[in-house]
Nanobody, 123 residues
């Protein structure tokens, strides 16, 4: 079992920045993929960004160039640096991991999830 705990969400004005962190505990290893998803009210959960076992990174088109995912070795987890935030980035952000080294763009491809952290961007 792997436990994931997100932190760093909050309220920020449009154009601002936030950094989300995800700490992993339990049966963790750095040789697995991790990802961030988000879910806005009334919408389905969507892929935001992911990192492979070899630190390859992938992003949704809507956040490319603004968000950066990276490993946080001290927490056995990942971080998500979010710059240039827009009101449409408002959502609950979830950290996820899977038993494999390559990412999946589908939420069904992940085995473990955090509880989520709220990000609200005001206009």
């Amino acid at each position: 079992q792997v436990q994931l705990v997100e932190s760093g969400g909050g309220l920020v004005q449009a154009g601002g920045s936030l950094r989300l962190s995800c700490a992993a505990s339990g049966r963790t290893t750095s040789r697995v993929a991790m990802a961030w998803f988000r879910q806005a009210p009334g919408k389905e959960r969507e892929f935001v960004g992911g990192i492979t076992w070899s630190d390859g990174t992938y992003y949704a088109e809507s956040v490319k160039g603004r968000f950066t995912i990276s490993r946080d070795n001290a927490k056995n987890g990942v971080s998500l640096q979010m710059n240039g935030l827009k009101p449409e980035d408002t959502a609950v952000y979830y950290c996820a991991t899977r038993r494999y080294g390559f990412i999946s763009y589908s939420e069904g491809g992940y085995d473990y999830w955090g509880q989520g952290t709220q990000v609200t961007v005001s206009s």
